[in-house]
T-cell receptor, first 109, second 115 residues
Framework: EDQVTQSPEALRLQEGESSSLNCSYTVSGLRGLFWYRQDPGKGPEFLFTLYSAGEEKEKERLKATLTKKESFLHITAPKPEDSATYLCAVIQAGTALIFGKGTTLSVSS | GAVVSQHPSWVICKSGTSVKIECRSLDFQATTMFWYRQFPKQSLMLMATSNEGSKATYEQGVEKDKFLINHASLTLSTLTVTSAHPEDSSFYIC???????????FGPGTRLLVL
C-alpha cells in the first residue's frame, strides 16, 4: 500500500488557469512533508518543507498547505515555465524520504 | 544557499569498467548524503544513505559490492559503480541534508550509459 499518493498523475492547464495538486499520506509520526519540482533530465529542486497541520508556505505562484492527511500545492495563474513534474515526499522518525510518484504539469500558452 | 553539485553530469563507459560519481555540498556541511536512482518516468529510488566517516547503509536489494559509497568529508560523497553493465545504465542523483533540518537538497544528477 502506497504511503504517499499524488493526484492527478498528469495535469494540463492553460496559462493563467489556477489549479491544485494533491498529496495524501498515511504515515504516522510525520516529521516533515516536502515539495520538489523536477524538470526532465535534472535533479529535484526544493520548493517547500511543511512540518505541522495548518502550516502554509508561498513562493511566487506556488502555495503549499498541510493538513493531518494531505497537502495541496496550489498554482495561481500558471505560466508555461511552471511545466514540470512536482514531487511530494514525507519523512517519519528514523526513516528516509518516502516519495510519491509525482504529478506532471503541462501549462500551455 | 544549499547547493549540491554532481560530477560528471554525463558518462558513457564500456561494460566491465568502473565509474565514479562525485557529490558535493557547496555551501553547507552535510553529515548525511543520499544516493538515488531514477528510471524513466518513475520516481526516485533510494539506494543508500551515507554518513560522514562511517559505512553506508544500503537499501534492500542494492548490492553494496557493486555500488561503493564513500563519504570521506562533510562536503563530499562518492558513488563508484564497479564492473558496470548495461543494466546499470540509469540516472543517478545524490542529495545532502543540512542538519538539524530534515530537508534534502538534490544534485543535478548523473546520466550513466554503459555500452
Amino acid at each position: 500500500e502506497d504511503q504517499v499518493t499524488q493526484s492527478p498523475e498528469a495535469l494540463r492547464l492553460q496559462e493563467g488557469e489556477s489549479s491544485s495538486l494533491n498529496c495524501s499520506y498515511t504515515v504516522s509520526g510525520l516529521r516533515g512533508l516536502f515539495w520538489y519540482r523536477q524538470d526532465p533530465g535534472k535533479g529535484p529542486e526544493f520548493l517547500f518543507t511543511l512540518y505541522s497541520a495548518g502550516e502554509e508556505k508561498e513562493k511566487e505562484r506556488l502555495k503549499a498547505t498541510l493538513t493531518k492527511k494531505e497537502s495541496f500545492l496550489h498554482i495561481t495563474a500558471p505560466k508555461p515555465e511552471d511545466s514540470a513534474t512536482y514531487l511530494c515526499a514525507v519523512i517519519q522518525a528514523g526513516t528516509a524520504l518516502i516519495f510519491g510518484k509525482g504529478t506532471t504539469l503541462s501549462v500551455s500558452s | 544557499g544549499a547547493v549540491v553539485s554532481q560530477h560528471p553530469s554525463w558518462v558513457i563507459c564500456k561494460s566491465g569498467t568502473s565509474v565514479k560519481i562525485e557529490c558535493r555540498s557547496l555551501d553547507f556541511q552535510a553529515t548525511t548524503m543520499f544516493w538515488y536512482r531514477q528510471f524513466p518516468k518513475q520516481s526516485l529510488m533510494l539506494m543508500a544513505t551515507s554518513n560522514e566517516g562511517s559505512k553506508a547503509t544500503y537499501e534492500q536489494g542494492v548490492e553494496k559490492d557493486k555500488f561503493l559509497i564513500n563519504h570521506a568529508s562533510l562536503t563530499l560523497s562518492t558513488l563508484t559503480v564497479t564492473s558496470a553493465h548495461p543494466e546499470d545504465s540509469s540516472f543517478y542523483i545524490c542529495s545532502a541534508r543540512e542538519p538539524p533540518r530534515e530537508t534534502q537538497y538534490f544534485g543535478p544528477g548523473t546520466r550513466l550509459l554503459v555500452l
